[in-house]
T-cell receptor, first 110, second 113 residues
Framework: KNEVEQSPQNLTAQEGEFITINCSYSVGISALHWLQQHPGGGIVSLFMLSSGKKKHGRLIATINIQEKHSSLHITASHPRDSAVYICAVLNFQGAQKLVFGQGTRLTINP | EAGVTQSPTHLIKTRGQQATLRCSPISGHTSVYWYQQALGLGLQFLLWYDEGEERNRGNFPPRFSGRQFPNYSSELNVNALELEDSALYLC????????????FGDGTRLSIL
């Protein structure tokens, strides 16, 4: 079993829909990243969370440390949101490496 | 502020050759991380350098190696290239802050023919 599991693996929706991508992890973490990867490979860091909730524009990320679960929400989705969204967890205790989920491929149709 | 820069953007090699990939971190960042994203697979941690020293290594064979220079830039070297080494190699950098937030470059796409 992977240390970081994302669901769904693929998600297709219509423009304007509310999108939720989930991430569950099995290890103790110090922080969790949500990353966005567009075709061609470039990665953008969207959020880094260690507790609670963060919002940036139409993107909202939440984390529940006790349940070892995080969600990424996109409101009023747009075709330009089409990308792979990756959850990654960081453990500060000596390892200093990110462990990545497999990613969720999101396609927003106009 | 310039972001993390990687070169080259694309690199084509044949089996058995050696490849060198380069990464320049954000100014002021002392840590550089290397990741591999093979086709159809998720990102995997390769190497972490901090202050010129290798601090941690992922589950990759010894033919994957690297170094960090005094200016904190880094090289990733892959020897005896194999077909399965074809992948996107991403570099990230972070500073010595409480959060160690990593900032990613655009990657080098390595193709092995």
């Amino acid at each position: 079993k992977n240390e970081v599991e994302q669901s769904p693996q693929n998600l297709t929706a219509q423009e304007g829909e509310f999108i939720t991508i989930n991430c569950s992890y099995s290890v103790g973490i110090s922080a969790l990243h949500w990353l966005q990867q567009h075709p061609g490979g470039g990665i953008v860091s969207l959020f880094m969370l260690s507790s609670g909730k963060k919002k940036h524009g139409r993107l909202i990320a939440t984390i529940n440390i006790q349940e070892k679960h995080s969600s990424l929400h996109i409101t009023a989705s747009h075709p330009r949101d089409s990308a792979v969204y990756i959850c990654a967890v960081l453990n500060f205790q000596g390892a200093q490496k990110l462990v990545f989920g497999q990613g969720t491929r999101l396609t927003i149709n106009p | 502020e310039a972001g993390v820069t990687q070169s080259p953007t694309h690199l084509i090699k044949t089996r058995g050759q050696q490849a060198t990939l380069r990464c320049s971190p954000i100014s002021g960042h002392t840590s550089v991380y290397w990741y591999q994203q093979a086709l159809g697979l998720g990102l995997q941690f390769l190497l972490w350098y901090d202050e010129g020293e290798e601090r941690n290594r992922g589950n990759f064979p010894p033919r994957f190696s690297g170094r960090q220079f005094p200016n904190y830039s880094s090289e990733l070297n892959v020897n005896a290239l194999e077909l399965e080494d074809s992948a996107l190699y991403l570099c990230a950098s972070s500073g010595r802050t409480r959060t160690w937030t990593q900032h990613f470059g655009d990657g080098t796409r390595l193709s092995i023919l």
